[in-house]
């Protein structure tokens, strides 16, 4: 669900901002927004996934998650549209936080690398779905049925999760739940967020984004300081000194500033500049799916014999690859040649991502599993938060941003003049050249976390996670 969800609203976005008349900062809220409401809340959810259980959380997820999809379709406005968004992101924070430690824990180390992979298929496999699937939508109904297909998922996603997961590494006795703790992070993250937001729109907004940076500084050391002195600390910082875990999600951290806007790059470029429908511009990027599910897999299983970092290694210097590639992209370019760079792509983030996921969870205790795949989360989330920015405040210098405003806007991108199209082309060629140079800087940090075959907190589960009923 969380996979087809991503990928219509990635196809849809210049659907959906020309029917509810939002401009360009209004369209990067409608992605912004559920990144927010998934972050803030993930330290707090995977706290109390270790302390109740991840399975009763998860499935919570699913039904707050199905809410919000119903909200964001029923909405009249691009305010209430980010609003619902939100609602969504939380629901998507009980799945995230969850879904990786769930899996972590059925699985022994020597598995781990293969049933990631597996759960990275599924992802892709939605995703693959919902590119497809929104074209079609878009072709024949409007755009609120991009969210009504969520709510059968999501009450199945539901009713499956309470009747077929079991908790395993349940602590009998729950700790103190940390509120101060809770508090000083969630305005060290939203504050964190807002400032890379409004740090996108331009210097009329600087002092503002800088206050709002001075706000999340202040909060994080508050939250440090505090967590450093509790029994039952909201974040056991003790995991930062994994030299494996922090080594994997500071790696996430950068290939998710520089990959973490590619697909909306791409189908803004195949609808605004190609002209394309939104059902072309979603089969157009299927190639990049395929060479993912490929390579997935098989770099999943093949890690957890020979080792994570050759493969998390050579996925990044695919992925810095494709993204140089794909910066001599222009108005021109035959779909061939996209296609290509597409697949290149695929089989890069295909040999990273499992294999970083099997490194990072593979690394902590049994005991903070939960919490440990928040932060994993979080750190992803604002990657993700800094790509969407960065791609805007770099096409500002190219183009004002009233005139990307325009071109995203617009109900008819085959209206759009040559003119424009060639300088946002430019624009987006720029973007991948600064993207593969960030995700390049992150193959440092990828050496340094060290290499392993065996975990040091290998386990052996003592039941499965999901039992026939």
């Not at 979080?378 to 009233?402: A, E, H, K, Q, R």
Request: charged share 10%; net charge positive.
């Amino acid at each position: 669900m969380s996979g087809i969800d991503g990928r219509v609203m990635i196809v849809g976005l210049p659907t959906v901002a020309a029917a509810l008349h939002a401009d360009a900062e209004q369209a990067i809220w409608f992605t912004q927004a559920y990144t927010i409401g998934s972050t803030v809340a993930l330290l707090f959810i995977g706290r109390i996934s270790d302390m109740f259980g991840k399975v009763r959380i998860y499935a919570a997820g699913f039904a707050i998650f199905t809410i919000g999809s119903l909200l964001t379709a029923f909405s009249g406005s691009p305010d209430t549209f980010i609003a619902a968004r939100m609602a969504q992101g939380l629901g998507s924070a009980a799945l995230f936080a969850n879904s990786a430690a769930i899996i972590t824990d059925a699985f022994g180390t020597k598995e781990l690398g293969t049933a990631l992979g597996i759960n990275q298929i599924a992802f892709r496999a939605g995703g693959m779905a919902g590119l497809t699937l929104s074209g079609v939508i878009l072709a024949f109904l409007a755009w609120p049925y991009l969210f009504y297909i969520n709510v059968p998922i999501g009450i199945f996603g539901t009713l499956w999760a309470l009747r077929r997961l079991k908790d395993t590494n349940r602590p009998k006795r729950a700790p103190p739940m940390d509120w101060p703790g809770f508090v000083t992070f969630t305005v060290f993250i939203t504050t964190l967020l807002l400032a890379l937001t409004y740090a996108a729109y331009g210097i009329g907004e600087f002092w503002f984004a800088v206050a709002l940076l001075i706000a999340s500084v202040t909060s994080l050391g508050l939250f440090i300081h505090m967590e450093r002195r509790k029994e039952h600390p909201l974040l056991d910082l003790g995991l930062l000194e994994i030299r494996e875990f922090t080594g994997g999600i500071i790696t996430l951290l950068l290939n998710a500033v520089a990959w973490g806007s590619f697909m909306l790059i791409v189908s803004l470029y195949l609808q605004l500049v190609q002209g394309y429908s939104p059902f072309r511009a979603g089969v157009a990027i299927l190639p990049f799916d395929v060479a993912f599910l490929a390579l997935g897999l098989i770099s999943g299983r093949l890690s957890d014999t020979y080792g994570k970092r050759p493969f998390t290694t050579a996925g990044l210097v695919v992925i810095s690859l494709a993204l140089l590639l794909s910066s001599t992209v222009g108005i021109s370019t035959p779909y061939m040649t996209i296609a290509l760079y597409l697949v290149i792509g695929g089989v890069g983030l295909g040999l990273f991502a499992s294999p970083n996921m099997s490194s990072v969870m593979g690394s902590v205790p049994a005991k903070s599993r939960a919490v440990a795949s928040a932060l994993r989360a979080t750190f992803f989330n604002i990657g993700y938060t800094l790509s969407v920015n960065l791609v805007i405040l770099v096409m500002t210098f190219d183009l004002p941003f009233s005139t990307i405003t325009q071109i995203i806007s617009s109900l008819n991108p085959s209206a759009l003049t040559v003119a424009e199209r060639t300088a946002f082309a430019a624009a987006i060629s720029h973007v991948y050249l600064v993207m593969a140079i960030i995700n390049a800087v992150a193959i440092v940090p990828n050496l340094l976390r060290g290499s392993r075959k065996t975990s040091e907190f290998e386990e052996v589960p003592t039941e499965p996670a999901a039992t026939t009923v």
